[in-house]
């Protein structure tokens, strides 16, 4: 069977799964975090199922959580995703690698430099993913006693882009000539010194590193505040979104694919992935009871403490059965407070159940067999509510091996998933051009 | 044969090798700089020779050469130290992976985080070879329109290192209890918020990651100025030390070491390390005919280019058949500056000659027979001039077969060189102390 449009496929990992009740799940590996065989056994699993890529979130902090909270938190100590992308980028072949990357607190050449190391480690399979960080407890961290406002860190997120893809390009991809009679090795009339002089960054260049196997890695945006969205459609290649229900990922596609093609770009050049949490059973019914067992891992504390995190305020103090007051805009992340604020309407919900959403997932989930969760994946892509997802598995091992033993071969079985990978670089596998080099022909 | 002290090896890399004139070498890779491949199969027979540790120079601008010298060059393009370290932690097992990271322009949050996650992710094997960058070309790539000056640059390493080291410990060793029944992920008692704020740094913590396998990655340092020394007496566990005399080295060793004992650290908590070129030839004569043939391969231009940048001062321009006038001292690093000064007045010799010496190899080098350079190196060991090598291949692969495959079996029969690994970390290989976490017993 052959379609046009297949899924593609992310999966997005914490080293114990995304889910803060995970690590007490039977059979979990609660020190996943520092663990790097388990971390190894799951990408490489990934790429047995041919998946797209294998994204690794980020923070830059510990302290984004009340200390009650904190304490029972697996999600924020963990590997650095650099270092842990190159590793497994050598005990993998083809999956594609995302690593996290801030503009607010790197310097460019930097961020260009290690994206453009693992793209030539892994043989082309990098992607960055640009945040501008929200959380105030990691600017500080980073010697600034107050976080950037959310406007200028989108103006700085831009610069910095415009940066980093000039360095990218600072050679072209046939300056190393490598000459070995004249003893030429590199042909400096295909070297390019960028001289950024911007408002917020200034950069010399060249890059010390040849341009990427991809050109440039692939780039990875995941806001969808009004800034969020531009930056996406004006440079994004891929976009992790969250919208929950298919009528508001249809707007969502729409707008973005729409803004796209007002700016001159082939909208077919973005692929669209909300985030999608998968639990798989024989029924429904034990799909069902699965993700409740899960959540009831979540102690009260937590789902405070993540839902403080997503509204970008402490409601640790608030009567947990009433109704969620009306929470003034903070400098935060807008994604996760709007989020957060339209289930609470629309709902009716206490602040005792938003924050056992909170602590659990409040997002899209596809909850059933296989072929119920591929019959609602199947919906989402035809009705251009995505071209994909990013996945995220509710527990390490068992819901990893449910979505790679059982759900992947209900895709491949209806023509919506690959049975191969065709290319060898993360471009390949999500039908990206090779950017042209903007210096040379 | 037992001895109660033995060498300790590192291998000083480049991926085509340090000398300019290798990527020409019959049999040589020029393309290694960007093939993870090669350097792998590097990085596993050093490992298989039982080495301390896999070094990895680095610089962070591709433009510290005169143009003339860069055509010419494959030292200044290639992988980034913490990705291709992390890649190698994943296909070895045992061996040491030492990173350079500049205190210059670098966030001490992001430093600390890298090798702590390196640390994780090879088991307890990371080491950082702790660098203040002296290249000005550097500055510009990171917003700096002049470079530090050099006292300037030790103050806030100093600084750095103490953050960095703060910050690893900010988890004690047993702080993760991860109780799945009371769902306590973390004792936050046992976790340290540094708050450090410093004249240069500003760094609230706690790291979000556990404590190093290590403790600490091993720490590294490899300045021999005034400052730089009295950094490594109060800091460093390895010195890669670049003298090049036997009396030197001796007068060094005694400094560095005395300098340890007065401030009350263990001088045997110290290994240093002389970086030492290692030809080998079946008779001292086919050692030297292969390093003059090596040698014949570097341009003129290359040389002067290489002299240039360890003077700090472009010397193109001068008579080549002159002698070296008097060079200004400069914000650049002083000990490849003070190194070349006293080889061109010891040796009498005219700027052709120096830059022919700057672009092959102007220090330590034994050249010679498996046996003549056990002999040299066992009396270096013997007369308290070093506490190992860091040894540099002349080509790669043959003068990395060589050294593995002829001089490493020659130390073993003398008992001067391990024959296998007793430990795991790279601690348990240099016999250096886990270091205890200073905020918690």
């Known amino acids: 069977m052959s379609r046009t449009r297949q899924l593609r496929l992310g999966a997005f990992m914490r080293p114990v799964s995304i889910h803060t009740g995970a690590w007490r799940y039977p059979g979990a590996y609660p020190d996943a975090n520092f ?7 799951f990408a490489q699993r990934l790429e047995a199922a041919k998946f797209d890529a294998f994204f690794m979130a980020d923070h830059l902090a510990v302290l984004n959580l009340p200390m009650a909270a ?3 938190s697996h999600t924020v100590t963990s590997f650095e995703p650099f270092t842990l ?3 497994l ?3 993998t072949e083809r999956i594609g690698l995302v690593a996290t990357a801030s503009t607010s607190f790197e310097a460019p050449y930097h961020v260009a430099r290690r994206f453009a190391s693992l793209d030539h480690i892994s043989g082309g399979r990098a992607g960055w993913n640009i945040v501008t960080t929200a959380n105030p407890d990691a600017a500080l961290n980073f010697g600034q006693d107050e976080q950037m406002d959310h406007g200028a860190r989108y103006v ?11 360095l990218w390009d600072s050679f072209a991809d046939d300056a190393f000539v490598r000459d070995v009679e004249s003893g030429v ?5 295909r070297m390019h010194v960028l001289d950024h002089r911007g408002p917020n960054l200034s950069v010399r260049g060249p890059l010390n590193i040849a341009r990427p196997v991809q050109g440039w890695p692939v780039v990875v945006q995941a806001g969808s ?7 996406a459609a004006e440079t994004a290649e891929v976009v992790f979104s969250a919208e929950a229900s298919p009528e508001a990922a249809r707007a969502f596609y729409a707008d973005v694919k729409g803004r796209m093609a007002r700016l001159g770009r082939d909208p077919d050049h973005l692929k669209i992935l909300p985030a999608a949490f998968v639990v798989l059973g024989d029924s429904v019914a034990e799909a069902e009871a699965k993700r409740a067992r899960l959540d009831a891992l979540v102690h009260y504390d937590s789902g405070i403490g993540s839902l403080s995190g997503m509204l970008g305020t402490d409601v640790s103090g608030f009567d947990p059965d009433g109704p969620l007051p009306d929470i003034p805009e903070t400098n935060a992340s807008k994604s996760g407070r709007a989020r957060m604020v339209a289930l609470a309407r629309a709902e009716n919900l206490s602040i005792r159940q938003l924050a056992q959403k909170a602590g659990s997932y409040a997002g899209l989930a596809f909850v059933g067999t296989p072929a119920s969760v591929a019959d609602g994946m199947e919906d989402w892509l035809d009705s251009r509510a995505c071209d994909g997802f990013n996945i995220m598995v509710p527990t390490l091992p068992e819901g990893l091996d449910d979505v790679v033993d059982r759900l992947v071969p209900e895709l491949q079985r209806r023509g919506l998933f690959r049975r191969d990978y065709a290319g060898t670089t993360l471009r390949d596998h999500l039908g990206l051009p090779r950017p042209p080099n903007r210096f040379f022909a």
Do not use: C, W
């Open 156 to 166: 700085r997120a831009r610069e910095f882009f415009d940066v980093v893809t000039g």
């Open 185 to 189: 090795y590199v042909d400096l009339e």
């Open 85 to 87: 992308l190159s590793a």
């Open 225 to 231: 505040s009004e800034p969020g969205r531009q930056l």
């Open 70 to 72: 904190l304490k029972r």
């Open 35 to 41: 663990n790097f065989a388990h971390i190894k056994r």
């Open 89 to 91: 980028a050598a005990v």
